[in-house]
């Protein structure tokens, strides 16, 4: 190693501590502005588990995994309990009476049998199918961490798409609408 | 004081029941119910997020530890019930994550860390002792003269 070379590196070398802690502290800031409650879900692209929920009170069939073959739809994960599922609600009536795409409801962990029952006839009844999941059978199966979570599954029963939070207009028009639009051309 | 000691051991022992697990969780078969509460250690409350399931009160991880002892009762192993989970969640749900080429970096990291900072300051003590002032360089001839010159005459 030649000394003309050697000295300017040699003079910044004290430097590489600090580069390489500006480095590591940039992805730790950066990790930092990432919810941790939004998870990457592992089952985007694969079939929708097997599952099968019985009816909710005042519905005559319940809501398995065999529904969800031959057409788009939504899964929406709900419960009386969930304030943020109040927050979306109004707009799923919205894409309901649209006619934009047929919902399925889980209806996860109510206090009793009525709660959810009495909770729909109060706000409105978007949903094709609901399955009753007191004990969290169907959230497990979709791998959901909270309520509210809509799924977007295919015509082959295979899930596209998962939204964490409540559904909102931005929501659809940005994500889901175009999404829907093209699964439907497949 | 014995008294004391004895009220002190007393209040420990009845804490200890305060655990998540319901005792309508827990399975007949001890060895059974042994094999639930490791599997539950290890992994993680969707909810709580730093919590095993197996220490979190929440409902998603009450359901959970559920599933875990019906598919230990039907017969699973250990593997095919964390699979099944983690068929689900991914792989966050692992407290202890798994050794695969993607996380190599984050169990040997910090090995790789500690060896490289042993290596730096092994070149660094070598370095150093290459041009330690505490060793001297043996004198010139030059000096060599001069030296017995000062030490017949001393200083002029």
């Known amino acids: ?186 | 004081m014995k008294l004391r000691l004895l009220l002190i051991l007393w209040t420990w022992l009845a804490a200890a029941p305060a655990l998540a697990v319901d005792p309508r969780e827990v399975l007949a078969d001890p060895a059974l119910e042994a094999r639930a509460r490791a599997l539950s250690q290890e992994l993680r409350c969707l909810v709580c997020q730093n919590q095993s399931i197996d220490d979190s009160d929440a409902d998603l991880a009450r359901d959970l530890r559920k599933l875990v002892r019906e598919r230990i009762a039907a017969g699973d192993d250990d593997r095919r019930v964390i699979d099944y989970v983690v068929s689900r969640y991914g792989d966050f749900v692992l407290l202890r994550p798994r050794l695969t080429p993607a996380t190599y970096l984050l169990w040997f990291g910090p090995l790789a860390i500690v060896l490289l900072g042993l290596l730096a300051l092994a070149v660094f003590y070598r370095r150093n002792r290459a041009d330690d002032p505490a060793v001297p360089a043996p004198l010139s001839p030059d000096e060599r003269r001069r030296l017995e010159s000062l030490l017949k005459d001393g200083p002029r």
């Open chain 1, 1 to 186: 190693m030649s000394a003309a070379v050697s000295f300017p590196m040699k003079r910044f070398l004290f430097l590489l501590p600090l580069a390489l802690f500006l480095v590591i502290a940039g992805y730790f800031a950066m990790g930092l502005t990432r919810d941790p409650r939004v998870l990457p879900s592992v089952l985007i692209n694969t079939p929708v588990p097997e599952f099968a929920l019985p009816s909710i009170q005042g519905r005559d069939r319940g809501f398995a995994s065999t529904d969800l073959q031959g057409g788009v739809a939504l899964v929406n994960v709900f419960g009386s309990w969930c304030v943020a599922c109040r927050v979306e609600h109004g707009f799923l009536m919205q894409l309901k009476q649209r006619g934009e795409i047929p919902i399925h409801g889980i209806d996860w962990r109510e206090p009793d049998r009525e709660a959810g029952p009495r909770w729909l006839a109060k706000y409105g009844d978007p949903y094709a199918l609901i399955g009753d999941d007191p004990e969290s059978r169907g959230v497990i199966a979709f791998g959901v961490t909270g309520a509210p979570e809509t799924f977007l599954v295919d015509r082959q029963g295979v899930i596209r798409h998962k939204h964490v939070g409540p559904l909102t207009p931005e929501v659809w028009d940005r994500t889901l609408k175009p999404l829907i639009a093209e699964l439907r051309k497949q």
